[in-house]
């Protein structure tokens, strides 16, 4: 079981939008819609953001979004703000019927 | 609203076997749906899942812990557990206790509960 593949890090000036990819196989990513993405600020327990590739929990920010093209997921931040700045990983459901997280990326506001 | 809160020793000495459990509020366990997860994070690294479990008792492991990890459910007790032996340094972090719904991703987690391996 390989961790999907993140940048590790990723920045953007406040109102900007930026986009993290995760990139994984067929047997993963590539063969489900169980993508998911969580946020996770210093100290804190991580908080998901996206689940099921593009939905959005209830009280999450509408400038989060994702999307999916092949094995690679995405989750695009619009409109930066400072609050924004935190680590990202995302996650996948696999075909042994366990879960695999990314390595995660460290979003930084400018 | 479902609270989870890990418990459990925050030092183990190395060979030994690390328990923790986690308690379940606000919700029963035995709802239908989800899976009651265990993950951890490493100092300064990312996430690992470690595995889940649903009420019944049909339990899932991360390949690279199969042979060390057990996870185990008391719905009379509305708990969940976690048992990893032959614990070394590099099992030293923090550990969640998660809901996860329908064995896809995790929408409750724990506050998280620090354990180092250590003599």
């Known amino acids: 079981q390989s961790a999907l593949t993140q940048p590790a890090s990723v920045s953007g000036s406040p109102g900007q939008s930026i986009t993290i990819s995760c990139t994984g196989t067929s047997s993963d990513v590539g063969g489900y819609n169980y993508v998911s993405w969580y946020q996770q600020h210093p100290g804190e327990a991580p908080k998901v953001m996206i689940y099921?590739?593009?939905n959005r929990p209830s009280g999450v920010s509408s400038r989060f979004s994702g999307s999916k093209s092949g094995n690679t997921a995405s989750l695009t931040i619009s409109g930066l703000q400072a609050e924004d700045e935190a680590d990202y990983y995302c996650s996948s459901y696999t075909s042994d019927s366990s879960l695999v997280f990314g390595g995660g990326t460290r979003v930084t506001v400018l | 609203q479902v609270q989870l809160q890990e418990s459990g020793p925050g030092l183990v000495t190395p060979s030994q076997t690390l328990s923790l459990t986690c308690n379940v509020s606000g919700g029963s366990i035995s709802s239908g749906g989800y899976y009651w997860s265990w993950i951890r994070q490493h100092p300064e690294k990312g996430l690992e899942w470690m595995g889940y479990i649903y009420y019944s008792g049909s339990v899932y492991y991360n390949p690279s812990l199969k042979s060390r990890l057990t996870v185990s459910v008391d719905t009379s007790e509305n708990l969940f557990s976690l048992k990893l032996t032959s614990v070394t340094a590099a099992d030293t972090g923090v550990y969640y206790c998660?809901?996860?719904?329908?064995?896809?991703?995790?929408?409750?987690w724990g506050q998280g509960t620090l354990v180092t391996v250590s003599s």
């Open positions: 998660a809901r996860s719904y329908g064995g896809y991703y995790f929408d409750h």
């Open positions: 099921d590739v593009t």
